[in-house]
């Protein structure tokens, strides 16, 4: 055991002293840092002024379109006169005397020179026509991709053609808005009784806590394994093809040098681990979110990071030990990586509805269980008893049978040379008696 220790200490000093090592400590939060960034800057920053044309077929909503555009573009400006928006400016086209294609293919040449944005064409039976014969808007633009003045446009258009018919039924439309307006809902949560007999007070149940913080829990799980386990493939390779490897197999067993890889890829992923938690937690005191950390998901996020790096990294040691080569490991590695990452695929379907058959039955499922079982305990009420210990005694069984399959495929595949090992050799080398 004391080589076993000592192996794991030498990994984890040669990982957390590397450069790679630094690089992936910083570069991490700095990317994400990065993109909320400029999402948040762009966001605020869209004062690009939008001209668009309105083919008004009805004859009857583009004037309130246009009035609704003007009090759209002051409240996108502030009291300094800075612009805090987009500002869109509407021009209204006849298409009367012009064949329908005609008005569409002049509007379509003065988008693609640049002197509109885009161009809305309202069917004259949009007034009239409900239901499945409604009509649809008609947006043509050459920026498929800019939502802002498309939803506005919907927004607008719809409620121009809901006040026209209130009108026609003889009802104030802004009397009728008021009265129209959605009733505000608190999601709050259950009510218990005190021990001096009187029923609490039920707690507002804030966003964060109950979305956010699940799946930033999980995601950093997925990107702590994924940046420290397959990194494991590349020391086996590495040691094997300069042959370091026949060296350490000289005075220990190839389990015993896997297991002391693995400790020392724990190792490391757990300072990861502190650090980032400690970064969220700061995070998380700054946005004044530090009174909705769930204290007791911690044990349980260490707890399974330890069994994912053991199972994904055993995973990923086997089949540095089969392949003589960098090269040759990429094909082999893709199977692998899928396994890895198809839980990430499922998380917002297990995060709507955690309590569904789906969500149980693959949070049961072994290569899945440190991620999904790990979301659907951050989510109250969170799954029962049962179901966590039966999730634990799966991953727990299936990590052990897949390092020591792991520890059989390193065996024989440390000391081949020249060749690569493909899946049935794999398999035939963990049979072997």
């Known amino acids: 055991m004391s080589r076993v220790i000592t192996i794991a200490v030498a990994e984890f000093e040669q990982a957390v002293r590397s450069r790679a090592f630094l690089l992936g400590l910083l570069a991490v939060p700095l990317l994400m840092a990065l993109a909320f960034g400029i999402q948040a800057l762009t966001a605020r920053r869209d004062t690009s002024e939008r001209h668009f044309a309105i083919v008004d077929r009805t004859g009857a909503i583009a004037p309130q379109i246009v009035e609704a555009a003007r009090q759209h573009n002051a409240e996108q400006t502030s009291t300094t006169g800075r612009k805090t928006g987009p500002s869109f400016l509407p021009e209204i086209v006849s298409g009367e005397g012009q064949a329908p294609d005609a008005t569409r293919l002049a509007l379509s040449e003065r988008v693609r020179g640049g002197e509109l944005f885009a161009f809305v064409e309202i069917p004259a039976e949009v007034l009239t026509a409900t239901g499945a014969d409604a009509p649809r808007l008609g947006y043509y633009t050459e920026y498929p991709t800019y939502q802002a003045l498309p939803e506005w446009v919907r927004q607008e258009v719809s409620r121009a ?29 259950l009510v218990v009784r005190t021990t001096d007999g009187k029923v609490s007070e039920a707690e507002k149940v804030d966003a964060v806590r109950a979305f956010a913080m699940p799946a930033i829990t999980m995601f950093m799980l997925f990107g702590l394994v994924m940046s420290s386990a397959p990194q494991l493939l590349n020391s086996v390779i590495e040691e094997k093809t300069s042959r370091i490897s026949e060296v350490l197999l000289g005075s220990v067993s190839a389990f015993h040098l896997m297991l002391g890889k693995l400790l020392g890829s724990v190792g490391v992923t757990l300072v990861l681990g502190l650090i980032y938690i400690g970064g969220g937690l700061l995070a998380a005191a700054q946005a004044d979110y530090f009174g909705l950390i769930q204290w007791s998901l911690i044990p349980w996020f260490a707890l399974f990071l330890v069994i994912a790096v053991f199972l994904y990294g055993a995973m990923f040691i086997a089949i540095g030990a089969a392949c003589s080569e960098v090269k040759d490991a990429q094909g082999m590695m893709m199977p692998a990586l899928i396994l890895a990452m198809f839980p990430i695929f499922l998380w ?5 509805n955690p309590d569904s058959a789906m969500s149980v039955g693959f949070s049961l499922f072994p290569f899945a269980t440190p991620y999904l079982m790990l979301l659907r305990i951050a989510i109250p009420p969170g799954p029962p008893a049962w179901q966590v210990a039966l999730s634990l005694i799966g991953a727990v069984a299936t990590t052990l049978a897949m390092v020591y399959a792991a520890g059989r495929v390193l065996r024989v595949g440390l000391l081949m040379q020249g060749k690569t090992a493909n899946y049935r050799d794999m398999l035939r080398w963990i049979t072997a008696k």
Request: proline letters at 9%; charged letters at 35%.
């Open 161 to 189: 053609v809901a006040d026209r018919r209130l009108s026609k039924l003889g009802a104030d439309p802004t009397e009728a808005r008021r009265l129209l307006e959605p009733v505000p809902m608190d999601r709050r949560s």
């Open 348 to 352: 917002l379907q297990v995060a709507q």
